[in-house]
């Protein structure tokens, strides 16, 4: 498995669209931060980039390498390798120049311009959305015969859960306003690893008195160590089950 | 001993079977011509070998071993696809390199002699994305070639190479066959399949119809060249002719 990923990364460190990415995330944050005197505005204004921004690129970047990358797949397939292998090689090798394009691009400026916990955050929440949509990238595309249409899969996942769910959560606090509906709210929004993402930065930047009731019940779950290590463990599962289940469609899969 | 033995091989897809009922045996150092019209199973035999394609129905048995989850016999198996992709930005050498510790190939237990005869020592510091067609093509050759393997798959070899190249890619064919390895090639091409074949194996609508010497399909048609022959002794055919069967 390693020597399949060692060389798809050497591959991929060369690969216009890993090194644009880093790029484009660069100059956006440089360029936040250089016309944004206040910092935390800036940051704010960046974690809804990187909320929109990271899982769509990796989603539509995996989906596209994958296809691009078939027949080679085929032909390492019929390597003494096994199946699992292959998948696993090319997941970790996508998710890693993705990662490192982000660190670098993301990453490099907010240590100079606001380095602390809520960088910190911001950089562990992309890096593992990162990791989430490279893993359903990946499923989506093993899954898929079709390019275009393993692209527009991903894209309507990626709207689903950037905005269609988020309508839904809204729904349903607005029409069950008169209930204690946030113990509620919690784990539906667990189910979203975008939302989770956002809910961890927010409440780093300590936006949660904003949110009134829902803020303090936030506060009070994921704002305790439990409560992040159910949500490191929740984006975790997010990354390893699509990972997982790709890797059993393409074993699976007649090539 | 055979060193492919395909029994009652059958694959669905749907409720479409691309092949179905093919027995057939393949000896060492024979070279064995998979012809047949679009769409007749050849693709779907070969893919099955290599354990590309889940068979729904018989197996086949590569050097004793079920063709199957284990990938192990596959390292016997040098294959050259019709169409040769590789990772973009990887030179050849690095392309060549990743391939020897896949295999965990040591140096001097390879098959260089494909490198120097196509001319693909001169393109080991290029990138993969900078080759033309036939350049790829040619790399591939070299990759199916390299680690002596028994068995051999082509698929359509000298399409895209220029016809020295392809001259030189047959000589390789005929060198690989006396040193005893199972050659399977899939062409369109009949002088290709006249000159090489030992064997030619005709497949249509899924089924394998026959397998014959290309001379005596000639002598059974009275004709000298395989193409005229061909057409002649599958009309000659009963119609639900299927061997093995």
């Known amino acids: 498995m390693w020597k399949v990923c060692k060389y798809t990364l050497i591959d991929l460190a060369r690969n216009r669209f890993a090194l644009g990415y880093a790029l484009l995330l660069l100059v956006i944050t440089v360029g936040l931060f250089m016309l944004e005197p206040d910092n935390t505005k800036a940051l704010i204004t960046l974690t809804q980039v990187v ?14 390498w994958y296809f ?19 998948t696993r090689a090319q997941y970790i090798a996508v998710s890693t120049a993705l990662v490192l394009s ?12 606001a380095p602390g916990p809520v960088a910190f955050t911001l950089l562990l929440t992309g890096s593992a ?25 991903g894209l309507a996942t990626w709207v689903t859960m950037m905005l269609l769910y988020d309508t839904l959560l809204l729904w349903i606090m607005f029409t069950f306003s008169d209930r204690p509906i946030e113990p509620l709210i919690i784990p539906l929004a667990a189910l979203n690893p975008i939302d989770l993402s956002r809910i961890l930065i927010m409440l780093r930047i300590d936006l949660a008195a904003l949110l009134g009731y829902t803020g303090a019940v936030y506060q009070q779950f994921f704002g305790s160590g439990g409560g992040m290590l159910a949500s490191a463990a929740a984006l975790l599962l997010w990354a390893l089950v699509p990972a997982a289940l790709a890797t059993r469609a393409f074993a699976r899969k007649d090539l | 001993m055979d060193r492919i033995v395909i029994e009652g091989l059958g694959k669905r897809y749907g409720r479409q079977w691309a092949l179905r009922g093919v027995n057939a045996r393949f000896a060492p150092g024979e070279v064995v011509m998979v012809i047949g019209p679009n769409g007749s199973g050849k693709t779907t035999l070969i893919k099955c070998l290599l354990g590309l394609v889940h068979a729904t129905e018989g197996g086949i048995v590569v050097s004793g071993k079920p063709v199957g989850k284990d990938p192990s016999y596959r390292a016997g198996i040098g294959y050259m696809p019709q169409l040769a992709e590789f990772p973009r930005e990887l030179t050849v050498e690095q392309l060549l390199r990743m391939m020897n510790d896949i295999r965990d190939a040591r140096s001097g237990s390879s098959d260089d002699r494909l490198i120097n005869l196509l001319g693909v ?8 994305s900078a080759l033309s067609g036939g350049m790829r093509q040619k790399v591939s050759a070299v990759l199916a070639f390299r680690y002596r393997p028994e068995i051999l798959v082509l698929d359509e070899p000298t399409a895209g190479l220029d016809p020295v190249s392809a001259g030189k890619l047959l000589d390789a064919v005929m060198r690989a066959r006396r040193e005893g390895a199972t050659v399977i090639i899939t062409s369109h091409i009949m002088e290709e399949v006249q000159r090489l074949g030992d064997r030619v194996v005709y497949m249509e609508d899924g089924r394998l119809r026959f397998t014959l010497p290309p001379e005596l399909i000639a002598e059974a048609t009275g004709e000298k060249s395989l193409s005229a022959a061909l057409p002649k002794y599958i009309a000659q055919l009963p119609p639900q002719h299927v061997e093995g069967l």
């Open chain 1, 51 to 64: 909320l929109a921004l990271t899982p769509l690129l990796a989603l539509v970047f995996t989906i596209i």
């Open chain 1, 68 to 86: 691009n990358q078939y027949e080679f797949t085929v032909l390492l397939a019929v390597q003494p390798l096994p199946r699992a292998a292959i």
């Open chain 1, 102 to 113: 982000f660190l670098l691009g993301v990453g490099l400026p907010l240590m100079a311009w």
């Open chain 1, 129 to 153: 959305l990162t990791l989430v949509f490279c893993a359903l990238g990946l499923w989506i595309a093993v899954r898929q015969r079709d390019r275009a249409r393993a692209v527009g899969i």
């Open chain 2, 121 to 128: 020592d001169a393109l080991l510091d290029k990138r993969i």
